[in-house]
């Protein structure tokens, strides 16, 4: 993946000009808060982005209400491609940032039919932490989203 976003302006990034009908898209489904389309860089047949119709640069930007909607966005559009190109498996990805992989600058999530030997690669390098060290992980998140709950 190229190593840049599109930082452009809010309604006029790529995603936004093609929500907005002024560029072409092959879309396959939109609703209130979201729209899917064909990615022109089809990893495999039926590679499709689902992305949120408000502009939200990623995933922090978002209402919980957009999130949600882009998953069952995703659901449905994993249903459709399962019935018509047969996959052995699904790959969901979405990234948030430059250094996640994002590159442009307007949520979305890509959903990826899978087959055996289709080339696409995956690293996950583990760097297995002590049990000590997940427990101290695990209190800090929870103590955020307990922060989170109370309206801080």
Not at 50 to 62: E, F, G, K, P
Not at 81 to 104: D, H, I, S, W, Y
Not at 139 to 149: D, E, K, M, V, Y
Request: charged share 15%; aromatic share 6%.
């Amino acid at each position: 993946m190229p190593n840049f976003i599109d930082t452009s302006p809010q309604g006029s990034c790529v995603f936004c000009r093609l929500i907005a009908g002024e560029i072409p898209s092959a879309k396959v489904f939109e609703d209130e808060h979201t729209i899917a389309f064909m990615d022109l860089g089809q990893v495999n047949p039926g590679h499709v982005l689902v992305a949120t119709r408000r502009h939200a640069a990623t995933l922090w930007d978002a209402t919980p209400e957009e999130a949600a909607a882009m998953m069952r966005t995703a659901h449905r559009v994993a249903a459709a491609a399962r019935a018509v190109f047969e996959p052995a498996g699904l790959m969901l990805l979405q990234a948030n940032g430059v250094v996640a992989g994002q590159t442009v600058g307007h949520l979305h999530m890509h959903v990826v039919p899978r087959h055996e030997a289709d080339g696409i690669g995956f690293t996950w390098p583990r760097k297995d932490p002590a049990a000590s060290t997940l427990a101290q992980y695990a209190q800090r998140l929870a103590a955020s989203l307990q922060n989170q709950g109370s309206g801080h």
